[in-house]
């Protein structure tokens, strides 16, 4: 691990407005263990390993904010960093030079890494520069071999080698990426661009919270650190080769350790009575909008979840995507998100883009005469409802595949 003494300062001096928008973005998670939240999802929450208190992360994100927004020093956050922990009574873990650095410098230069890939990839400067070259920091006075030896690299934007060797690539990097013209890469002696060197990987076992979790990390990468985090936060550029995808394919994974059950889960969910009855059938889009207006009371409605969260709900949208034989159903919508039996909370990686997303899963299983239950699944991203869907099923082994994630609220009643 390369350490030298407040270098993260450089990264607060150079605050634009791609960075700061992306730290302001991220939503606070509390987490126990830095483990708990890996690659592509730190790209979407903000979080302090052992803060869990959802106070605490507010205040440790308002002033990782004022850094990036303001420029304010690793000096400036130690102060800031206090103050926090006699607030909350904290007790962390190792000592306050290392931690207060260690918090600042990694959320300024992943912030950094991510605002930078943003404006690489606007399309009218890749049609210019669709080349990027390797840059390691030579402010960094132990530097990893990997690092010095990638310095100088040329490759196309689009190659597979950036996916898991972007920068920052650990703890204290200081590495960057400059993108390249044709022109520019000839003036270096290059007829093109460089070959990509082999990843020797190995498997390394991390200790998280919900148990032992086995990652493959490059050579010269970080355990953690082996992501692209601007692809994460944005996606690959419209005209990489990967966006061919063939129909049918699974379009998203779950990130680890988000791809497992919690332990906290009941046996089952519970069947509910519903306190609605099934609704009239719909002939249109029209028809399925107006339902769907009078279940939440409106055109578009908040609509509050018992984990203390909304969801958006806009009748046009929901209603203009769903299929006229689910018009009967619409009534169950408002007690689905009053009274559900669950709600989930996981990262999912898009496999065409490379795009992560913080999906929110609502369960509820309702009882409507017929032999199966009905199953209830709300999905939201951002607080606004990404997919509604509902199908009968008695399979305990069907319905478990949905229970994915860590579990954030609960009726528990087995």
Known sequence: MANDADAGDDYAALPFKEAQDHLRAKINLPSAKWADVLHGAHTQAFTVAGATKEGMLVDFHAAIQKAIDDGTTLADFRQDFDGIVQKYGWSYNGGRAWRTRLIYETNLTT???????????DPDVLRVRPFWMYRHSDAVKHPRPEHVAWNGLVLRYDDPWWKTHYPPNGWYCHCTVEPMSLRELRALGKSGPDQAPASDDSLVTLNTTSGPLQISVPKGVDPGWGYNPGEAAHGRPPDSPMQAWEDGQKKWEPLPPFDRQDPARTARLPVDEPTAKLGPTTASSAEMIAAVKRAIGADSASIPLPDGSTVQVDATDLGAHLAL?????????????SNPAEIWLAFERNLVDGRVVLRKRVLKVIHTGKQRGLVLVIQSVA?????????????PKYIERLRIGRLIWSRNVE
Do not use: K
């Open 111 to 121: 912030a950094y890494s991510v605002g930078r890939y943003q404006q690489m990839t």
């Open 325 to 337: 034989d689910r018009g009967p159903f619409i009534p169950f919508l408002p007690e689905m998100m």
């Open 383 to 395: 607080g606004r409802l990404e997919a509604w869907t509902f199908f009968r099923s008695n399979d």
